[in-house]
């Protein structure tokens, strides 16, 4: 089963930076997608950044510029570096994976799926 996890979260005043972390595990040999959603209080989740298998990556509008996605393959971990934050980056940050599918690769069989972690706050004081 894959597990996703989330760290590096805080509370940091306008302007400061954050790194967060998003490790998984249990992949299989199928190819996995990573991104990056946050959800501020009464408001709906909404898509941050996301960094696909082939390494490229694709950020709202909201963040281009000061939110930059890495990832580890090594160790099936994201992160995702935040600079130059803003009071409205304030929101739980959760990181999903996607199994991509379906599909047949390296000899099996992938069907498509999406595990959520718990998510991480992240508070931005003006």
Avoid: H
């Amino acid at each position: 089963q894959v597990q996703v996890v989330e760290s590096g979260g805080g509370s940091v005043q306008a302007g400061g930076s954050l790194r967060l972390s998003c490790a998984a595990s249990g992949y299989t040999y199928c190819r996995y997608d990573m991104s990056w959603y946050r959800q501020a209080p009464g408001k709906e989740r909404e898509f941050v950044a996301s960094i696909d298998n082939d390494g490229s990556t694709k950020y709202a509008d909201s963040v281009k510029g000061r939110f930059t996605a890495s990832q580890d393959n090594a160790k099936n971990t994201v992160y995702l570096q935040m600079n130059s934050l803003k009071p409205e980056d304030t929101g739980m940050y959760y990181c999903k994976t996607d199994r991509i599918g379906p599909e047949a690769y390296r000899g099996g069989w992938c069907p498509s799926a999406q595990y959520w972690g718990q998510g991480t706050q992240v508070t931005v004081s003006s």
